[in-house]
DNA sequence: CGGCTCATGTAAAAGCCGTTCACATGAGCT
DNA sequence: AGCTCATGTGAACGGCTTTTACATGAGCCG
């Protein structure tokens, strides 16, 4: 049966057998509740049934379990964030926009993840297996940056796709900084982070040019349906 | 002479004389070198010369000071976007523009005051003279966008103001916050955070419909439409 | 000037945390 | 069976936050 090794504070013997996973699960628990800078590694180790000692064995210091966690975040990220993208299908912009949606989504049912990786304070150098984690998930958006810009329209000056990247990165993570998560969610605000993202995303790509209406019959490279005649923030009244 | 009440450690009597002041500025040097997470309440009163249980007498305890940091940075921020946005003087957009770079040179001078205001973890409506002062200041970047708005070419729907704003802020933020300063400013770019930001305010803009190139000539009373020649971004290659 | 009072500072202590070190345990291999 | 080494424990150190009882002296009042 599965007497043994069950997780959390079932019996057990000296050795806890799935401490690092324990402690994982623990700290994501913590900071989640009380943020980056509330949660202890005595906590942790106490949630996980051991000493305060044991951890030790595990992460060389308290900024190693974090940056596991950052760690961790950005590899969930990354698949959320590629799976979102779905190689631009059914059409570019349509995907690009699904990426801004999962990008907050992440940032708000993960807010422990996303303190971890933006908001802990760690120096985003200081472990290279940690940046290129980052690495890797910015460069879905930069990817779908650079199908995007493909797609400039004729006559205009084609857009970088790095700068483009960086914008829409800045746009999602002030959105979900400011407004996303738990304290900050608290700024009243006159329409969901969601809608607000999806409106500043709009507008910026109509700013370079791309035509994000969707009305039929004006979509440029797009093969996208119907959709509103209404602009990025609603129908005007 | 001045030997009596010079700050720092100059010798003193049993009373300080100007132990709050002196404390905020011990702190503000500590975050500002440490991070908000890494300041510690016994560090300040050392820094001022006192014991550690004297700063009690002055703020409640350590959230409080933070408070304390933060009230004033939305004061000094209030006062540094006035001043740039200039009521809207010489032209509404370059007068725009001018804040967006205010908001982040602040980010960039007075990193201290920006951990303390938007990443120390504190809920933004613990303290209500906070977050009055927070809306002082957001009030700032809404008056602006109001202007701008109001500038809408004809024939096209008024973007709301409140929305503008937001949008607004929410880059800067993001700008500010991955790019900006200290540990954040290591992640490498093709670009400053300030051309950054400035260009994905222009091209936000443009996307309003705003004409935003200003070239002598090009201007509003130009029939062109906005984005053939060089865009935000510089010259194409 | 003398004395009172109260804001402001100190010392000491309790309780927590991070971290280290010597030592205990027992899982897995030979 | 016995060895070994990864993993956990207990105790201890120093530092931090916060509280409490006590000390100091600046400002005021007569």
Redesign the pocket.
């Known amino acids: 049966m599965s007497w043994r090794k069950d997780q959390g504070r079932a019996e057990r ?8 996973e324990a402690l994982l699960q623990a700290a994501l628990d913590l900071i989640s509740k009380k943020g980056p800078a509330g ?5 942790a ?1 106490r949630m996980a ?6 951890p ?3 992460f ?4 190693e379990l974090i940056a596991s966690i950052a760690q961790r975040g950005f590899e969930q990220f990354e698949s959320l964030l590629t799976q979102a993208w779905d190689d631009g299908r059914p059409d570019t912009v349509s995907a690009f926009e699904r990426v801004g949606k999962a990008y907050l989504a992440f940032a708000r049912e993960e807010p422990a993840f996303y303190s971890a990786m933006f908001e802990s304070g760690l120096p985003v150098d200081s472990n290279p297996t940690l940046m290129a984690a980052s690495e890797r998930a910015f460069a879905i958006i930069r990817a779908a940056a650079e199908r995007l810009a493909a797609l400039a329209p004729p006559g205009t000056p084609r857009p970088p796709a790095m700068m483009m990247a960086l914008h829409i990165w800045s746009m999602s993570h002030g959105v979900a900084s400011l407004f996303g998560r738990g304290d900050a969610a608290r700024r009243k605000l006159p329409m969901s982070p969601e809608d607000l993202l999806e409106a500043e995303v709009l507008i910026y790509l109509r700013g370079l040019g791309f035509l994000t209406d969707r009305r039929p019959g004006t979509d440029a490279a797009d093969d996208k349906p119907a959709g509103e005649k209404a602009g990025p923030w609603g129908k005007p009244k």
């Open positions: 013997g000296y050795h806890h057998g799935n401490l690092k949660f202890t590694f005595a906590d180790a049934g051991v000493s305060p000692a044991a030790y064995r595990h060389r210091d308290r900024d």
